[in-house]
Nanobody, 128 residues
Framework: QVQLVESGGGLVQAGGSLRLSCAAS????????MGWFRQAPGKEREFVSA????????DYADSVKGRFTISRDVAKNTAYLQMNSLKPEDTAVYYC?????????????????????WGQGTQVTVSS
């Protein structure tokens, strides 16, 4: 059974930083594409960042490019999202997600439908 558990969210002032973690069990992250998404109240879930199963390819939404960094620790089977220079518009529930099949090409990392497993989410609130 695949389980993804996010942590690291919280309340931070604008300009501050947070690091989100996504601890995986039942799936070996180094063989699966994974991504981070977020959802603000009243809005659709949107893509934030993704990393290919090989670890060699990453992708970012334009809104976070240069401020957020995705990474993973294969030994800990955990993925991370380092968020710097946070803005009030980054406020949302952040979710990690993993593709349903191993070693897939990262063709459309922004598509919610490309991910079969989701965590429960962690709240990030950025005050102005």
């Amino acid at each position: 059974q695949v389980q993804l558990v996010e942590s690291g969210g919280g309340l931070v002032q604008a300009g501050g930083s947070l690091r989100l973690s996504c601890a995986a069990s039942g799936v070996t992250l180094r063989f699966y594409n994974m991504g981070w998404f977020r959802q603000a109240p009243g809005k659709e879930r949107e893509f934030v960042s993704a990393i290919a199963w090989s670890g060699y390819s990453t992708d970012y939404a334009d809104s976070v490019k240069g401020r957020f960094t995705i990474s993973r620790d294969v030994a800990k089977n955990t993925a991370y999202l380092q968020m710097n220079s946070l803005k009030p518009e980054d406020t949302a529930v952040y979710y990690c997600a993993v593709a349903g099949r191993p070693k897939m090409p990262m063709a459309q990392p922004t598509a919610v439908t490309n991910y079969d497993y989701w965590g429960q989410g962690t709240q990030v609130t950025v005050s102005s």
